[in-house]
């Protein structure tokens, strides 16, 4: 398998004497040290000297040290920086706050503030409706965490998870326009988290939850949605079943199955596989089997310090099959894996029925080998970026919250979800589809506005739409 992409990208600003240093031997220096050079580029020509900045990916801190070092040997060349790129991007935060209105005279001023604004102040107290018309609620999210499932890193607490909630307000924005900002909760208590976002709610438009662990991340997403009329949303489960789904419905076309006929086992079922299967089982699928560390979840076996594998094998299962993994693979259309890397062999693909479909979601490291993999099955999805086909939530939630926004939904229930994801499929043509194509990339242009459509009409449909957007 090739080696996960989890190098660290370096930029080394060298002084090199002209004439005296050729690039082989800085590539050289590179790969002896087990990094890849990505770039080199001028920054400036002196008399005798020549500056460049050396792009590099190394494995880790100690290569990085070693290269230094390397550099620094070769006749003619200085070291003079050494800077880590991703923190370069972080320094001072990824977001800011500006104003939408110009505050130059005393005029304005007025009409910003005081006394003009108790007018406003007014009519919001008379119609709090006009709240969405009139401030920032009508496109603001709240992204909220406890820090406790921070990527798959774990429970490193909510200062740890500031840079990841920032960076999802960086994709809100760029991708959907949506104005989001982090709210990192320093408790993991469900009654003070939920108590917390309901005594912040009214100047937001929506709540999307994120990196919370399981189960408890089941039942703050319920308790706010019941308390609040506005959209809450956990992406790590329904932003994951949606995406996951679409991808599903283009497979299931291009290995000519029926969805409804597909026979599918799921590896790992805490939040996101729980959601799919919830979705799965809403979009016509019947024959989902869950399976965990003690394999598969089934009527037979009871789980008394886990409701949620209670209520998951009620639900599931239909033929009451146990054992383990590979056991109930056998005969399997798809495997689903939101579990963790490494938990089957590419030749434990063998015993599933004819074309099968492998998404193997895990990151850095894939349930199966995609490499492999693809000797047995007929398409192949990941988490990551660098293979074809990937499963990944900054498909699903700028377009949806674009949508939810638009509307001013009071909440997001399976229909708007299931709208999401046959829209998501739809981006792909049909003269696209292929086994390595099944779901649109991250970047493509229509993907949020092809979302945010679906949502709005299913919300419509539903009745939890307050308004109609202008077309």
């Known amino acids: 398998m090739r080696l996960p992409n989890t190098g660290v990208q370096y930029v080394l600003r060298l002084s090199l004497q002209r004439n005296a240093v050729g690039f082989s031997q800085l590539l050289h220096a590179v790969e002896e040290c087990g990094g890849d050079v990505i770039a080199l580029d001028l920054v400036r020509t002196e008399e005798l000297t020549t500056v460049r900045d050396l792009t590099v990916v190394m494995p880790a801190a100690e290569a990085l040290t070693r290269l230094e070092a390397a550099l620094a040997a070769i006749p003619g060349v200085h070291v003079d920086n050494v800077s880590d790129r991703t923190f ?50 009508r496109n603001t999210v709240a992204i909220v965490t406890d820090g406790s499932a921070i990527l798959g890193l774990g429970n490193l607490g909510p200062l740890a998870a500031l840079p990841v909630m920032e960076g999802k307000a960086v994709l809100f924005k760029a991708l959907a326009g949506v104005d989001a900002f982090p709210i990192c909760l320093d408790t993991q208590d469900v009654d003070a988290i939920v108590d917390t976002v309901v005594r912040i709610a009214p100047a937001f438009g929506g709540i999307n939850l994120e990196d919370i662990a399981a189960p408890r991340c089941f039942e703050i997403e319920r308790r706010l949605s019941e308390r609040l009329d506005i959209p809450v949303f956990h992406d790590d489960q329904h932003g994951t079943a949606i995406v996951i789904l679409a991808a599903l419905i283009n497979a299931a076309q291009v290995v ?85 890397g490494n938990v089957l062999k590419a030749e434990d693909l063998r015993v599933m029925a004819r074309d099968p479909i492998v998404f193997a979601m895990a990151n850095p490291m894939p349930e199966v080998d995609p490499d492999e993999a693809q000797a047995y099955a007929r398409v192949v999805a990941t988490g990551r970026s660098d293979y074809p086909n990937q499963v990944n939530n900054v498909l699903c939630f700028p377009g949806l919250f674009r949508g939810v926004l638009d509307c001013r939904a009071r909440s997001i229930n399976t229909a708007m979800k299931l709208a999401a994801a046959r829209a998501l499929a739809q981006v792909v043509q049909p003269d696209e589809l292929a086994p390595d194509y099944i779901i649109p990339g991250v970047f493509n242009r229509h993907v949020v506005e092809a979302v945010a459509k679906a949502v709005v009409q299913a919300a419509e449909e539903t009745g939890v739409a307050r308004r109609t957007p202008v077309k």
């Open 256 to 340: 000519n199955k029926p969805l409804e006929s597909l026979r599918v086992v799921i590896s790992g079922v805490g939040a996101a596989g729980t959601a799919t299967t919830e979705l799965l089982l809403a979009a016509g699928i019947r024959d989902i089997v869950g399976v965990d560390r003690e394999g598969a979840l089934h009527r037979g076996q009871s789980y008394p310090d886990r409701p949620s594998w209670e209520r998951y094998a009620s639900m599931t299962n239909p033929y009451n099959r146990s054992g383990s993994l590979r056991d109930v693979l056998e005969g399997a259309d798809v495997f689903i894996g939101v579990s963790a």
């Open 88 to 137: 370069l991007m972080h320094l001072g935060g990824k977001i800011e706050v500006q104003p939408r209105v110009q505050v130059k005279t005393r005029e304005d001023l007025s009409h910003v503030y005081t006394p003009g604004v108790a007018r406003v102040v007014e009519a919001i107290a008379q119609d709090p409706a006009k709240a969405f018309q009139l401030t920032l609620k």
